[in-house]
């Protein structure tokens, strides 16, 4: 098969590799569509992934078309999607059945093998099968629509309540788009490109309101601006998808008195307060709320299942966020792009043509 090799940091390559052996438990998923993540660039140009050679990618979904043992032989030519997080099973955090948590964890893309090739090696535990209405990229586009929904079921959401969101990425847009689906009617949302907010404006909600940073002609205070919006109260909500010091402290300032500051973006380096903020924190009795991946146990409710329920019905438009579209073999054009922030650009999918693979007979089911 093909696949996007990262072979050491700064150096992925799309070779000829052998397709993946099944083991137990898993099956074979010939993969329909793949996005970049933005935690992909720093993964491949600067830090690496925990061993090389890795082929990354953990945002994708495929068909099955081969399984090692009889009892997943179900799922051939069944479409699904992936959770790449691969749980433990034995940790505290696995028995309470918060496999987000875990803390003995593989992951597709990382620690082992994931989406950017024809072919991935899956556990049938980590897949969910498609609704016929979902399509292939917005399936590729769970994996984020599921991390924002769980940041989102970390906090206590009323209908009209103000929220204040720092960093307008694709987790941030799509954490609007959950905000209008809990019928938030106003969002404040503030980040370092126009692109972005009108894209938010268009998915979501056209009463969401978006400011820059900085480095753009209406560069403004952003605290000022929201307290100022909100009569000085503040906002009831106030979430950092950036993770930086800076839109962390911005929050903390921003939000009102028993307000909510949900941190949900993977901070880019020490994270300091100084400390009138931390007072500030204190003595406004500000709850402070972390998030973490998303839920995945099998239950209607789990935070993937509410994800493929909401696009089902429309109410959820993450394709909508997709930019660009591109063959696998032009992945480090995609990761340039997404590196470079020269070209404005969202979610970028990798769009897989018709798979005409035709199942191993000597190798399939080899586990019975």
Same mark, same amino acid.
């Given at each position: 098969?093909?696949?996007?090799?990262?072979?050491?940091?700064?150096?992925?390559?799309?070779?000829?590799?052998?397709?993946?052996?099944?083991?137990?438990?898993?099956?074979?998923?010939?993969?329909g569509?793949?996005?970049i993540c933005?935690?992909?660039?720093?993964?491949?140009?600067?830090?690496?992934?925990?061993h !090389?050679?890795t082929?990354p990618?953990?945002?994708?979904?495929?068909t099955?078309?081969?399984?090692?043992?009889?009892?997943?032989?179900?799922?051939?030519?069944?479409?699904?999607g992936?959770?790449?997080? $691969?749980?433990?099973?034995e940790c !505290?955090a696995?028995?309470?059945r918060?496999?987000?948590?875990?803390?003995?964890y593989?992951?597709?893309?990382?620690?082992?093998?994931?989406?950017?090739?024809?072919?991935?090696?899956?556990?049938?535990?980590?897949?969910i099968?498609?609704p016929?209405? +979902?399509?292939?990229?917005?399936?590729a586009m769970?994996?984020?629509a599921a991390?924002?929904?769980?940041?989102?079921?970390?906090?206590?959401?009323?209908?009209?309540?103000?929220?204040?969101?720092?960093?307008?990425g694709?987790?941030? $847009?799509?954490i609007?788009? @959950?905000?209008? $689906?809990c019928?938030v009617g106003?969002? !404040?949302?503030?980040?370092?490109n126009?692109?972005?907010?009108e894209?938010?404006r268009?998915t979501?909600?056209?009463?969401?309101?978006?400011?820059?940073a900085?480095g753009?002609e209406d560069?403004?205070?952003? +605290?000022?601006?929201?307290?100022?919006?909100?009569?000085?109260r503040?906002?009831?909500?106030?979430?950092?998808?950036?993770g930086?010091?800076?839109?962390l402290?911005?929050? $903390?300032?921003? +939000?009102?008195?028993?307000?909510?500051?949900l941190a949900?973006?993977n901070p880019?380096?020490?994270?300091?307060l100084?400390q009138?903020v931390? @007072?500030?924190?204190?003595?406004?009795?500000?709850?402070?709320t972390?998030t973490?991946?998303?839920? !995945?146990?099998?239950t209607?409710?789990?935070?993937?299942?509410?994800?493929?329920?909401?696009?089902?019905?429309?109410?959820?438009?993450?394709?909508?966020?997709?930019?660009?579209?591109?063959?696998?073999?032009e992945?480090?054009?995609?990761?340039?792009?997404?590196?470079g922030?020269?070209?404005?650009?969202?979610?970028?999918?990798?769009?897989?043509p018709d798979?005409c693979?035709?199942?191993?007979?000597?190798?399939?089911?080899?586990?019975?």
């Open positions: 098969m093909k696949a996007w090799v990262l072979k050491a940091v700064g150096q992925p390559e799309y070779i000829e590799v052998p397709a993946p052996e099944l083991r137990p438990g898993q099956v074979l998923l010939s993969v569509a793949a996005g933005g935690s992909d660039i720093p993964r491949i140009f600067e830090t690496g992934t925990y !090389f050679p082929i990618g953990h945002e994708f979904a495929g099955v078309v081969d399984a090692y043992s009889r009892e997943d032989r179900r799922w051939i030519g069944k479409r699904a992936v959770f790449p997080l $691969i749980p433990c099973g !505290f696995c028995r309470e918060h496999y987000e948590m875990c803390q003995s593989d992951y597709l893309g990382s620690r082992s093998d994931g989406g950017f090739a024809e072919f991935v090696a899956v556990p049938s535990w980590n897949l099968e498609l016929d209405a +979902v399509s292939m990229e917005e399936a769970a994996e984020p991390v924002a929904l769980h940041a989102v079921r970390r906090l206590a959401v009323q209908a009209g309540d103000t929220v204040a969101l720092y960093g307008l694709t987790i941030g $847009i799509l609007t788009q @959950w905000l209008r $689906i019928g106003h969002v !404040f949302a503030v980040g370092h126009l692109g972005h907010g894209l938010m268009r979501s909600l056209e009463a969401y309101e978006y400011r820059n900085a753009m560069a403004c205070d952003t +605290v000022a601006w929201i307290l100022a919006s909100t009569g000085g503040g906002a009831d909500i106030a979430i950092d998808c950036a930086t010091p800076e839109t402290t911005d929050c $903390i300032n921003c +939000v009102r008195a028993g307000g909510q500051v949900v973006g880019k380096g020490e994270m300091r100084e009138a931390y @007072w500030k924190l204190l003595r406004r009795q500000i709850r402070l972390g973490w991946n998303s839920t !995945f146990d099998h209607p409710e789990d935070d993937w299942h509410r994800v493929m329920t909401e696009i089902e019905s429309g109410e959820l438009k993450p394709a909508e966020l997709i930019t660009h579209r591109l063959p696998p073999g992945l480090l054009r995609g990761l340039l792009i997404a590196r922030r020269e070209e404005y650009h969202n979610k970028i999918m990798l769009i897989h798979s693979y035709v199942p191993d007979n000597e190798r399939m089911g080899t586990g019975l």
